[in-house]
C-alpha cells in the first residue's frame, strides 16, 4: 500500500468511526430523554423545603436541573457533537486517548461512545479541540497542568441526510499529515468518504465509463466550492463551533473576571463572547471555582434566561446574532439591548430621573449644551459631579451631627457622641461612613418616631387654620400648579424624598395643592427656628403666593426646631438613599452652579432655558447614573459583607438591585462613551462582576467612543476593577485580498506601519479584486452596480448575502427604484431596509444606511458614494469606509460620485477598476 493509500485508510476509518460516533449519541439521547424525568413527587413538592411553602428550595433546583439537563438531551438529538480529538497524553495524564466534545452540555452521557469520553467542548478538556494536530496543550486536571500531544483532530456541523449521519467539516488534520481535509476533496463527510473507498477498492472489470464521468464532474463541482469558501448565505454570524486556541484561553477565563478584547475586524471577537456567555451557562463546563461561586450566588438565579444582557449598538445587530444564540443553545430573552433603551428605562422606572406622571425630575431631550461631548467631556462632568455630591452629602452629615450634639435630650445627644467616636480622630463624614446607616440607625429611627407624631400634629393643625380661614387658597395653590412644578426647593435638607413628587398628588390637584402648602409650612417653620428671614425655591414661590395670609412666625417656632431636629437626624437615617435617589436633585444644582461658573455648559440664554426647564441631554444622564449606579454597588456589597438579609433591605435598594445581572456583555464596546461602559459594568452583580466586552477602536464610528487604552485606566478606576485586555488577530472573513486592502486602511487610520491581520490555517478562498468606480452617479450608478451583482451570482453559482451601503436613509428608496428594473430579467429583488430594521427574505438584495451596518457581514459589499460621505463627517468618514469595507467576506465594490478622496488616495493600487468577469 502506497504511502497516500495509507492516509486514505486511515482518513476512512476516522470518518467511519464520527459517524457512528453520531449515531451513538443521538441515539443515547433519544433514550434518555424517552425514559423517566426525575422530576420530585407531588410528596416532596409539598414539603416545608419547597419554595412555595416554605424557606429552602431544593426540590425547585431539582426542577431546574431536570429541565436544563433534557433540554441539553434534545439538543445533542440533532447535533451529537463538534469534534473528535485523539491525544497522546505525557507523564501523569489519564489514560484516556480519544475525545468527543459536545456544542454546549454531554448531559452526562460521558460513555455514550465506546472507547471514547464525552464531554462538553466547554470544559476543560474541550481545550483539546482548539489546538492543532501537532501541538502539545497544557490542560489542569484536579489542580495540576497536564500536556498532551493532539495526534489527530476534526472539527465538524452535524447533520442528517436522507436518515443518515453526515457531517459539513472544518478541519480534518492527523500528525505528521497536517491538514488533510483535501483529501476528501468534499465538504460532505459521507460524500467525501464513499469516494475515497472507492478508490481505495480499485478499478472493477468493467470500466465504468459513465460513472467515472459523473464522478469527475462531481469532484470538480466540489473543488471549486472549497476554493470558493463558504459563502455567507444569509445575515447571521459565522458559526465555528470550535474556536482557536488564543479565542478558547480567552472564552475561559474566570467567571468573575472584567475583560476587554480587541481585534480586527472578521476575527471572531463576538463569537468568542457568545462563547463565553454559553460556556458560563453550561454546568458541566464549569471550573470547580466557578461552580463553587455559581451555588453560593444562587444557582437557580445564575441561570434564569432573563438574568444576562448583551449590549450592541444598533437594533439590526440584535437579529444579526439571533441566530448564533440559538445555535449554542442560549435563550434570548430580549436579552440583546441598545443602551440607549437601557438608559431611558433605568432612568424613567428605576431610579426616578426622568419625569413620569407621579415622580422624576428630568425631562430627556435630544440636545445639549455641553462645551465638550466627547468620551473625555463625559468623563470630567462625571468626576466633577461625583465629587461634588459626595463633598455635599458628608458636609450635611458633618453639620448634623455638630447641631445634634448640643441638641436637647440626653438621648440624641448620647448617640451623636458615639457616632462622633466612631469616625475617627477628625470625626468627620466620608461616603464610605454613609454605608454603615443601611443597618446602623435603629436608635435614630425610635427619636425620629416620637418627633413625626408631634409635627404631624402641630403641622395639621396649622394647616387647617390657615385653610379654614382662606377657603380659596387650596384653588389658588391648585391653579399655579403648572408653575410651581418646575421649581426646585432650596439648597437644605428637604424634609421629603429629594426628587419624588407626594404619593397619591398625581392626577389630583387639591391633593397636590395641599401637599405643597404642608411642605411650605415645613420649610417656613425651620426657617424660622433657625433664623433665616427667608427661603427659596418654589416655597419661596408659595409663600408670595399667600402673601400677609401666612401664620405668624413666632407660631411656628415650635414646630420649627422639631421640624429642623428630625432634619438632622434624618440625614444619618436617609443617607444611603439620598447618595443614591438623592442625587437627581443634587445634580440639578451641581449644574446650575457650574454653568454660573462657565464650567462644562456653554453659555447664552438657550442654556440658561434648558436648565430652568430641567431638561437633560443623554450624556449628563450617563454622567448622573454611572454615580448613582457605583453608589448602589457600594450599598449591596456593604449589605453583602454585613450579611443582611434581602428581606431586611429597604425597600428602594431592593427594587434597584433586582436590576443586577448575572453576566454583562458589550459588543462593538468601541462605540460606547467611557461613562457608558462603566454603567453596563456597574449593572453587572456586585457578588460576581462578570462583565466581558469587545471591539476595535479603528472601528469607533461615533464621536463620543472611547479612543485609546487610557480611557480603560479611568474605567478601571470609576467602577474599582481591574479589566484584563486581551486581543486577537487571526481574521476568518475576510479574502486575501480584501484582508490586504483593510490593512492598508487601517495603517492610514493609525498613522504607524502596524501588523496586518493574520490568515486562518488553510484556508483557501476566492480571492477577488475589490473593485472602485468612479464618477458614477444616478443611472450609471446603478447600472454599474447591476453588472456587478450579475457577476457576484454567475460566480458563486446563486445569490448569496449581498448588501448596498448608502449615506442616509433618504438614499435607500431611490436606489431601490434605480435597481430594480434593472435586475428584474435576472428575477433579483431588492429591498430596503430602513432605520436599520432587516426586512425582506435572505435572497434578496438589501439596502442600508451605513451607520447602521456595525457588526455585521455579508458575501457581497457595496458601498455606495465614498467622497460625499468624506465631504459631510470628514472627521469621521475614513472610519465608516473601514467598517464598510470589513463587512464583505469574498467581493467588494467601493463607487465614488467623482473621485477617491485624496486621504484615500494610497489604497488605489489594491482595486480594480473594471469588472470581476475581466480581472480574473
Not at 501537532?134 to 495540576?144: H, L, M, Q, R, W
Not at 462657565?598 to 449628563?620: M, P, Q
Not at 436599520?836 to 451607520?851: A, L, M, Y
Amino acid at each position: 500500500m502506497s504511502k497516500k493509500d495509507g492516509r486514505d485508510q486511515v482518513l476512512v476509518n476516522l470518518g467511519d468511526e464520527i459517524l457512528a460516533a453520531m449515531a451513538n449519541v443521538s441515539e443515547a439521547a433519544g433514550e434518555a430523554l424517552s425514559g423517566p424525568s426525575g422530576s420530585p413527587s407531588l410528596t416532596a413538592l409539598a414539603m416545608p423545603s419547597n419554595r412555595m411553602v416554605g424557606e429552602a428550595k431544593p426540590e425547585r433546583l431539582m426542577l431546574a436541573r431536570n429541565a436544563e439537563e433534557r433540554t441539553a438531551l434534545a439538543r445533542l438529538i440533532e447535533d451529537p457533537f463538534v469534534a473528535r480529538v485523539d491525544v497522546e497524553w505525557q507523564k501523569g495524564g489519564p489514560s484516556q486517548t480519544t475525545y468527543y466534545f459536545a456544542r454546549r452540555s454531554a448531559a452526562g452521557l460521558t460513555t455514550a461512545i465506546k472507547g471514547a469520553a464525552f464531554v462538553a467542548s466547554g470544559a476543560r478538556l474541550g481545550a483539546l479541540a482548539e489546538y492543532e494536530a501537532g501541538d502539545i496543550a497544557t490542560i489542569e486536571i484536579n489542580g495540576i497542568g497536564r500536556n498532551a500531544r493532539i495526534i489527530k483532530r476534526a472539527v465538524l456541523s452535524p447533520q442528517m441526510r436522507e436518515g443518515l449521519w453526515d457531517a459539513l467539516l472544518a478541519n480534518i488534520e492527523i500528525g505528521e499529515w497536517g491538514e488533510v481535509l483535501e483529501l476528501l476533496r468534499a465538504e460532505s463527510l459521507r460524500i467525501g468518504l464513499d469516494a475515497l473507498k472507492r478508490k481505495l477498492a480499485g478499478p472493477t472489470e468493467i470500466e465504468d465509463i459513465v460513472g467515472q464521468l459523473l464522478a469527475e464532474a462531481a469532484e470538480a463541482d466540489a473543488e471549486r466550492g472549497r476554493l470558493r469558501r463558504k459563502v455567507v448565505d444569509r445575515i447571521a454570524l459565522r458559526d465555528r463551533p470550535v474556536l482557536d486556541k488564543f479565542q478558547g484561553e480567552i472564552y475561559r477565563l474566570p467567571l468573575d473576571r472584567q475583560v476587554i478584547l480587541f481585534g480586527p475586524p472578521g476575527s471572531g471577537k463576538t463569537t468568542t463572547l457568545i462563547k463565553r456567555l454559553a460556556q458560563k451557562r453550561t454546568a458541566d463546563a464549569l471550573t470547580d471555582s466557578e461552580t463553587r461561586l455559581v451555588v453560593a450566588y444562587d444557582r437557580e438565579r445564575f441561570l434564569r434566561p432573563d438574568n444576562w444582557a448583551m449590549f450592541s449598538p444598533t437594533e439590526l445587530l440584535k437579529e444579526y446574532l439571533g441566530a448564533a444564540f440559538n445555535k449554542e443553545g442560549v435563550p434570548d430573552s430580549g436579552n440583546v439591548r441598545t443602551w440607549d433603551k437601557e438608559r431611558h428605562d433605568l432612568a424613567r422606572n428605576v431610579f426616578g430621573i426622568l419625569r413620569t406622571g407621579s415622580s422624576g425630575r428630568f425631562q430627556l431631550v435630544d440636545r445639549a449644551f455641553l462645551i465638550d461631548r466627547s468620551s473625555r467631556g463625559v468623563v470630567k462632568l462625571h468626576d466633577n459631579f461625583a465629587t461634588y455630591a459626595e463633598s455635599v452629602l458628608a458636609r450635611r452629615c458633618d453639620e448634623a451631627l455638630a447641631a445634634l450634639r448640643s441638641a436637647e435630650g440626653e438621648g440624641i445627644r448620647r448617640q451623636a457622641l458615639a457616632l462622633a467616636s466612631a469616625l475617627g480622630p477628625e470625626e468627620r463624614f466620608s461616603l464610605g461612613d454613609v454605608l454603615r446607616f443601611l443597618d446602623g440607625a435603629d436608635g435614630w429611627q425610635a427619636e425620629i418616631r416620637t418627633l413625626s407624631e408631634a409635627i404631624s400634629t402641630g403641622l395639621g393643625r396649622t394647616v387647617n387654620l390657615l385653610l379654614n380661614v382662606n377657603r380659596s387658597l387650596l384653588d389658588e395653590i391648585a391653579a399655579s400648579l403648572s408653575t410651581l412644578r418646575g421649581e426646585d426647593e432650596e439648597d437644605v435638607d428637604d424634609e421629603v424624598d429629594e426628587g419624588a413628587e407626594p404619593a397619591g398628588a398625581a392626577g389630583n390637584p387639591r391633593r397636590e395643592a395641599l401637599e405643597v402648602v404642608m411642605a411650605t409650612m415645613r420649610s417656613w417653620a425651620r426657617a424660622v427656628a433657625e433664623g433665616r428671614r427667608s427661603v427659596g425655591g418654589r416655597s419661596g414661590r408659595v409663600i408670595s403666593l399667600i402673601g400677609k395670609r401666612m401664620p405668624p412666625a413666632e407660631s411656628l417656632l415650635d414646630l420649627g426646631k422639631q421640624i429642623a431636629l428630625r432634619a438632622r437626624m434624618r440625614t444619618f437615617v436617609q443617607a444611603p438613599r439620598t447618595s443614591v435617589i438623592g442625587l437627581p436633585a443634587l445634580y440639578a444644582r451641581f449644574r446650575r452652579q457650574a454653568a454660573r461658573e462657565g464650567k462644562h455648559f456653554r453659555a447664552g440664554d438657550e442654556t440658561a432655558h434648558f436648565l430652568d426647564r430641567n431638561l437633560i441631554s443623554e450624556d449628563e444622564l450617563d454622567a448622573l447614573l454611572l454615580v448613582m449606579l457605583r453608589n448602589v454597588r457600594r450599598l449591596v456589597a456593604y449589605a453583602d459583607s454585613r450579611r443582611i438579609e434581602q428581606a431586611a433591605q429597604p425597600d428602594w435598594l431592593s427594587t434597584i438591585r433586582r436590576r443586577h445581572l448575572t453576566q454583562v456583555f458589550v459588543d462593538e464596546a468601541t462605540d460606547l462613551s467611557a461613562v457608558q461602559l462603566a454603567c453596563t459594568i456597574e449593572l453587572a452583580d456586585p457578588a460576581l462582576r462578570s462583565w466581558f466586552a469587545c471591539g476595535d477602536l479603528r472601528q469607533r464610528i461615533t464621536g463620543h467612543g472611547i479612543r485609546d487604552n487610557a480611557e480603560i485606566d479611568w474605567l478601571n478606576k470609576a467602577t474599582e476593577t481591574k479589566i484584563d485586555l486581551r486581543s486577537v488577530n487571526i481574521g476568518y472573513r475576510q479574502s486575501q485580498k480584501l484582508r490586504e486592502l483593510s490593512d492598508a486602511l487601517a495603517r492610514l487610520l493609525d498613522g504607524t506601519e502596524g501588523r496586518g491581520t493574520d490568515a486562518s490555517k488553510g484556508s483557501d478562498e476566492a480571492n477577488a479584486w475589490p473593485l472602485l468606480g468612479e464618477r458614477l452617479s444616478g443611472l450609471p450608478s446603478a447600472q454599474w452596480l447591476a453588472k456587478r451583482i450579475v457577476e457576484v451570482e454567475d460566480a458563486v453559482g446563486r445569490l448569496p448575502s449581498i448588501a448596498i451601503f448608502v449615506d442616509g436613509d433618504d438614499l435607500i428608496d431611490p436606489l431601490v427604484g434605480a435597481l430594480q428594473p434593472l435586475l428584474a430579467e435576472r428575477n433579483i429583488p431588492v429591498t430596503g431596509c430602513k432605520e436599520g430594521k432587516v426586512v425582506g427574505d435572505e435572497r434578496e438584495v438589501r439596502i442600508f444606511d451605513v451607520k447602521h451596518i456595525k457588526g455585521l457581514e455579508f458575501e457581497a459589499v457595496f458601498f455606495m458614494g465614498v467622497d460625499g460621505l468624506a465631504q459631510r463627517i470628514p472627521d469621521l468618514y475614513r472610519r465608516f469606509v473601514y467598517v464598510g469595507m470589513t463587512r464583505a467576506a469574498t467581493y467588494l465594490g467601493v463607487t465614488c460620485e467623482q473621485k477617491l478622496p485624496a486621504e484615500l488616495e494610497a489604497l488605489r493600487p489594491h482595486f480594480g477598476t473594471d469588472s470581476w468577469v475581466t480581472i480574473q
